[in-house]
């Protein structure tokens, strides 16, 4: 077998980039089948209401109309489903299906579907719906969710509680009783939403006579979404095919269920015609997910030397009228407790957890579940403490990260961490930055009336979950990924996987990985993605697990052929097959590296000539391999991030002058798209700090939901984002490779609020609620000037 990693470790282009610059990529919205249909939905113009009268008689006869469904039609089709998972003990949500039946939730809330012969006529058709609602009063405030006599989000609730939970080791009341100083604050992160590229985009075509459902997916786990059709229409797996192909983005939105998606699989059952639902920006922004919204009260211990002692978190964040499925809302606010403190050799801690219920759009799982919370409280405290003892905020940071020496350990919440490097990503921090200068130049134009802020934050990121994460608790998502490696008779590679692309480069690590297995180049490796029926099960992408999980599996399956071509040249060439190795897409001799056989050559004989081989031989040139972490639970990553802005205090205005990352995410596969993924990651942790907020009025509704209103990060106002490397590879796998598309957008605002703070400090100025807007930055000085 290959015995020299001659790809991992290199830049190579990604793959599909060539094809989609020349407009040739494959969306579900590009999609167009034969006799296809389009859906439209009428929603709730309400965030809380009882329906008491829906006639949709007047568009059934509307021009192009083919069905008009309510909940009376379509969710007869269909098993309701209820969110929760057994390791979070206690939680409720209420049951849920297509279509609102009786109550409406959110503003938002499809009602009714429409299903006609383009997208426009099924919007016009959508006006003539009659409907009456009695409004109820909608549960929209934080704390006065919880208060007896408090209207309740959903009908079926015994209260707006959703989950509660406490983590708390013995000595935290002691280490604030002998803290020779506190630090606290209360902090709040607005609710933001994924923009994506591509909007949430499905095509279900139902074929009766063979009783096969396909549908066209624009989702990171079709595996996931198989199981879900299946069972939820009643339908047998091998009947179900859900196909994704290119995907314009996705950051954990398109992994959940939504009521759209499920529409669309129920109508094309009942019709047995191709259903198309392709969301629109505008009902996007009250049917996609919100994220994030968070309101916590911390306080940190130290002693009189700047030692962190413990924390206290109070972390109350609302999720809408029910529980994302199947993965639950719950997991955010779980992280964000669980994270808390993570890179400091911290040894007590309090973390307590209250998810709400409100009438508002679900909010769930996006891109760094739960980082950007716990890593903005902590680094914020962590910069009030070195302002309160008077130590450089590079050093407080020093003195208390969990030395790289002390590892494997466990944090007091309770992650188990094997190996991290928040020492050596320090220094390799301060080098980049040339910190000393740029507080010499800080202190110069202070001087000349310009107030530029430096911000750090440390972090870690969870990656490569293992099956702790979701299986324990019984939910139906894969911890595990499959691939097939075969080698075709021209000599070729192909490897079929279950991690799928989004944009972040699958395609191409696969191919860096099984191509050194293999001995040939990376362009010789086609790797298919995204298919059920093409591809083998497994957890596919979320949690930054592609390269960690996939990696390793398509390792291990391109090793298994290695070996069986080695076996089968072996027996051409009358060789112990230990004696030969892959190279350069030829079979040679492992001690001089003369070519033997030609790749080409052994597919030739294997597949048309297999009958001049020994008795015995195995010529097949395809091997299946499964691999699922055992490891440690959690493959921890860790980082350092620094932002340089510049704050104009007349005008509240941010400007971000530089932003460095440093981060270990293991064994680096293809160092350009690991920088692409940071650099991607950074801008999204950037937007929601500086521009990004869903506002809603006491009623329930959303004010600012268009492009025209929700500002998001352009690249005209993005700074230049310099990345740094420090490589630890995880001992629990071959490839030694974690994730990293979650790195940058989990410390990102926590060093741009530290940064934005540094700037105002000589006002006495704090912002303490995100994002950060000029609005905001003023209110702030005037509270610390007053």
């Known amino acids: 077998m290959s015995d020299r990693p001659a790809h991992i470790g290199q830049p190579h282009l990604r793959h599909n980039a060539l094809r ?27 965030a809380h209401g009882l329906i008491t009268a829906l006639d949709v008689e007047e568009a059934r006869t509307a021009p192009g109309v083919v069905a008009v469904f309510t909940a009376a039609e379509l ?23 297509i279509l609102a039946e009786r109550e409406v939730l959110w503003a938002g809330h499809p009602v009714a579907m429409v299903v006609a012969r383009s997208r426009a006529e099924a919007e016009d058709a959508c006006e003539r719906i009659l409907l009456d609602l009695d409004e109820l009063e909608p549960v929209s405030g934080v704390d006065e969710v919880l208060l007896p006599g408090a209207p309740l989000a959903a009908d079926g609730l015994e209260s707006n ?26 902090y709040a992160f607005g609710r933001h939403t994924p923009v994506t590229l591509e909007p949430r985009a499905v095509v279900a075509d139902y074929t009766p006579s063979s009783g096969q459902l396909t549908v066209h997916h624009g989702t990171q786990t079709p595996y996931q979404f198989q199981d879900i059709y299946a069972r939820q229409f009643g339908l047998p797996d091998h009947k179900v095919r859900v196909i994704a192909p290119d995907v314009g983005g996705s950051f954990g939105m398109k992994l959940h269920l939504y009521n759209e998606e499920m529409a669309a699989v129920a109508a094309t059952l009942i019709l047995h015609r191709p259903v198309r639902f392709v969301a629109d920006r505008l009902e996007s922004f009250v049917s996609d997910i919100h994220a994030r919204e968070h309101h916590v009260r911390a306080r940190m211990a130290l002693d009189a030397d700047g030692t962190i002692l413990a924390m206290d978190v109070e972390d109350r964040t609302p999720i809408g009228a029910f529980s994302a499925y199947p993965r ?61 003892l008077n130590i450089d905020p590079w050093e407080i940071r020093a003195r208390n990260v969990v030395p790289d020496d002390a590892y494997p350990c466990t944090s ?77 008779p021209g000599g070729e590679v192909h490897c079929a996987i279950s991690v799928t692309e989004q944009g972040q480069g699958t395609e191409t690590i696969m191919a860096q990985i099984v191509a050194d297995q293999l001995g040939v180049n990376p362009d010789q ?127 509240g205005m941010v400007r ?64 230049d ?61 005037c509270v610390g000037q007053g």
């Open 20 to 46: 989609h610059l020349a407009g040739r990529g494959a969306y579900v919205s590009d999609l167009q089948l034969p006799r296809m249909l389009h859906a439209a939905f009428l929603r709730s113009p309400m």
């Open 161 to 186: 509680l959703c989950f509660r939970t406490e983590l708390k080791t013995e000595g935290v009341a002691q280490a604030f009783a002998r803290a020779a100083h506190v630090v606290e604050g209360d």
């Open 328 to 388: 639950t809302s719950v997991v955010e606010g779980n992280q964000s407790i669980r994270l808390m403190g993570a890179p400091y050799r911290m040894p007590d801690y309090r973390g307590e957890l209250k998810v709400l219920f409100q009438n508002k759009v679900q909010a769930s799982q996006y891109r760094a579940v739960g980082h950007p919370i716990a890593c903005q409280v902590t680094e914020a405290l962590v910069d009030q403490a070195a302002a309160l």
């Open 656 to 719: 971000l002058l530089k932003h460095w990352v440093v981060e270990d995410c293991g064994r680096i596969i293809n160092p350009l798209l690991v920088d692409e993924q940071i650099r991607g990651g950074v801008v999204q942790g950037l937007g929601p700090a500086l521009f990004e907020e869903c506002l809603y009025d006491e009623n329930g509704q959303l004010q600012n939901g268009s492009l025209a209103d929700y500002l998001v990060p352009m690249a005209c106002e993005m700074p």
């Open 412 to 488: 007091p919440t309770g992650y188990q961490f094997e190996k991290l490097s928040h020492e050596k990503s320090l220094r390799l921090l301060r080098e980049m930055i040339d910190y000393d200068g740029l507080r010499r130049d800080q202190a110069e134009l202070r001087n000349a009336g310009i107030h530029r802020g430096i911000g750090l934050a440390t972090f870690v990121e969870i990656t490569n979950p293992g099956a702790a994460f979701y299986g324990v608790g019984g939910a139906r998502i894969s911890a595990q990924d499959g691939a097939v490696v075969r080698l075709t």
């Open 525 to 651: 490796v086609k790797v298919t993605t995204g298919d059920t029926d093409t591809t083998p099960s497994g957890g596919a992408a979320w949690a930054c697990r592609g390269a960690g999980i996939g990696g390793e599996t398509a390792l291990r399956a391109g090793r298994k052929l290695a070996r069986r071509i080695a076996e089968i040249a072996g027996a051409v060439l009358q060789a112990d097959p230990d004696t030969l190795a892959l190279r350069d897409g030829a079979v040679v001799d492992a001690a001089t590296g003369v070519e033997r056989l030609t790749l080409a050559e052994v597919g030739r004989i294997a597949t048309y000539r297999p009958e001049t081989l020994p008795a015995g031989t195995d010529n097949s040139l395809s091997v299946a391999q499964h691999f699922a972490p055992t490891g440690y639970p959690f493959g921890f990553t860790n980082g350092v991030q620094a932002a340089l802005v510049e704050v104009d205090v007349e005008t």
């Open 75 to 97: 969710n007869a089709r269909c098993k309701s489903w209820t969110s929760g998972l057994g390791h979070f003990a206690g939680m409720v949500s209420v049951p849920q299906n």
């Open 721 to 781: 984002i310099i990345i740094g490397h420090v490589e630890t590879p995880t001992e629990d796998t071959i490839l030694g490779a974690k994730g990293v598309g979650e790195a940058g957008t989990a410390a990102a605002g926590a060093a741009v609020m530290n940064a934005v703070n540094d700037a105002l400090s000589p006002f006495g100025a704090r912002l303490m609620q995100t994002p950060m807007t000029p609005a905001r930055i003023l209110a702030a000085l």
